[in-house]
């Protein structure tokens, strides 16, 4: 079991910047692919970006490819998530995501809490 826990959303202007972190609780952080995902009101919740295991990889949603950016610390069992150049579009519920494939057992995900991310003027 992985736990997840997401924090850094807040209210902000169009134009602001956040940045999003997500703690796991799990002594093998390394081996999971981490990902952030977002679902706003009434829509479906969608992959934001998401980071490889080794960092190595990343890979974004095309409405924030440029002004978003994930990274992660090892050492630290967290990701973060940069958001700059924010929209009143960005505004959702954002969640992290851990994933993993292991031998003899599966696939392993995990979800957060989610954190409230607001643009507005």
């Known amino acids: 079991q992985v736990h997840l826990v997401e924090s850094g959303g807040d209210s902000v202007q169009p134009g602001g910047s956040l940045r999003l972190s997500c703690a796991a609780s799990?002594?093998?952080?390394?081996?999971?692919?981490m990902s952030w995902y977002r679902q706003a009101p009434g829509k479906d919740r969608e992959l934001v970006a998401a980071?490889?295991?080794?960092?190595?990889?990343?890979d974004y949603a095309d409405s924030v490819k440029g002004r978003f950016t994930i990274s992660r610390d090892n050492a630290k069992n967290t990701i973060y998530l940069q958001m700059n150049s924010l929209k009143p579009e960005d505004t959702a519920v954002y969640y992290c995501?851990?994933?993993?494939?292991?031998?003899?057992?599966?696939?392993?995900?995990?979800w957060g809490q989610g954190t409230q991310v607001t643009v507005s003027s």
């Open positions: 799990t002594s093998t952080f390394s081996s999971y692919t």
């Open positions: 995501n851990a994933r993993a494939l292991w031998v003899g057992v599966g696939v392993r995900s995990y």
């Open positions: 980071i490889t295991s080794v960092g190595v990889t990343t």
